[in-house]
């Protein structure tokens, strides 16, 4: 843009007033132009950018809680490290990182989002967990910048394609994917052992292959100790039952989260193996009861449950629970069984989101800091921390020191999001229901299926309508 002090006085020397004027005139639309051309809007931004931050999962307990100490040296290092080489790029650009535990950060920002004044209480980036899909009401309020611009194609291609639509709405992309969870089957080698059942080496089993182990580690003890081959939580928002139906191709929902599938094609004899399992004396396959299922299953002197399936935080527990420090579970990991349409599991993301900023600067750079906080040598230094990774090359790396991080990284090529849609928070309720009802012999599985669908139906319908 050309300076202002072009427009110099010995420009008007020998003019008439009323030139003189108008040309005065003209001048001052020029530079009212030339200043807007200049402004801040347009100009990088300089300042302070804050981000409100917790501990990736796998970092820290499964609680979410940061240890004693100087947080730059914890599990957020990896985050300090990258804000540090984000200033070192943006002279001018403060970055101030604030430390909280997952229960702190998600009720501050509920807390700054609640009121009419949000876009003064958010910070300009927060780091959000178990993220399925865009927090809805941020969409509606507008709360949320789209990132898109910011992540090259080749960073998009070098994401798991489940992360990514973990932060997708229509046709933008919400936050920056930084970390994954996967559902895995936990094992207990002690019980496998104890029964001289082999767990599959290469951590696969076919239905058939796992339908007999669960029942060779269904078994009564000779001082009357009940065993159970299999647990599997059935609750609404626990979604670890799902990815049983899958290597048969069942989803509860059609692809677009429209309509009740569960009762067509393989549907109910999906469901009837899940129904064999529990007959087969395992109470807790289809079980609500989560927080008694895991205690049964990894608690010291009542390790009842050989099998189970948990999300990614189990391992976080299971590895750095006080009760199991001095008596260890020996823990093995495994796939959900495969079948005519394969191998599958239901994996969440979490990442970066970054708030409604008011300039275009200001906007710029706060997209361009969450990149950075995301990018692949961020993940590769939380995934030696223990974080499974968003980015496919990280994985492939294999950063990780704890081999069962590994295990569990290899299951995310075949992981996809929970069930979701427009109805699925009124829909869940009732299937699940139904479900539990078939799974506790309440129902014959038929009218189960059959009454699910006399539910969702209208519910589905409402939503699809619905303007």
Known sequence: MPRPERFGSRQFQGLRPTAAAALLLTAALALTSLAGCGSKVDKPFQGQLRVWAAAPPGTSDAGGNLPQGDPAQGPLKPLYDAARAYERRHPGVRVSLQPMSWPELNAQLEQALSGPDWADQVPDVAMISAQARPNPAWLAKGALEDVSSVLSQETTQDTWPFALDAFRDGTGLYGVPAWTTVQALYLNLSLFAERGVQPPASGRWTYDEFTRDVQRLTYSRGDGTQIAGLGVPLKAGSYELWPFLFGDGVRPLSPDGRAYTLDQGAGPTAVQRLLSWRQAGSPWVGTDQVPELFRSFATPGRQNVAITAWDSWALDELERSPALKDSPLKLGLAAYPAGAAGEATIGRAGGLVVFKESSQGRRAAALDLAAQLADASTQTALARLGTLPA?????????????????LAGLLPEAELPPGGPAWTRAEPA?????????????????????????????????????
């Not at 980015?391 to 295990?407: G, H, I, Q, Y």
């Not at 699910?452 to 309508?465: E, G, M, V």
Request: without cysteine; proline residues 9%; hydrophobic residues 40%.
């Open 431 to 467: 299937l699940v229901g139904e479900l539990a009802a078939a799974l506790e012999g309440r129902k014959p599985l038929a009218q189960a299926l059959t009454d699910a669908r006399k539910q969702l139906d209208p519910i589905f319908t409402t939503a699809t309508t619905a303007p």
């Open 391 to 407: 980015r496919v090359s990280v994985a492939k790396e294999n950063p990780f020191t704890d081999p069962l991080r590994t295990r």
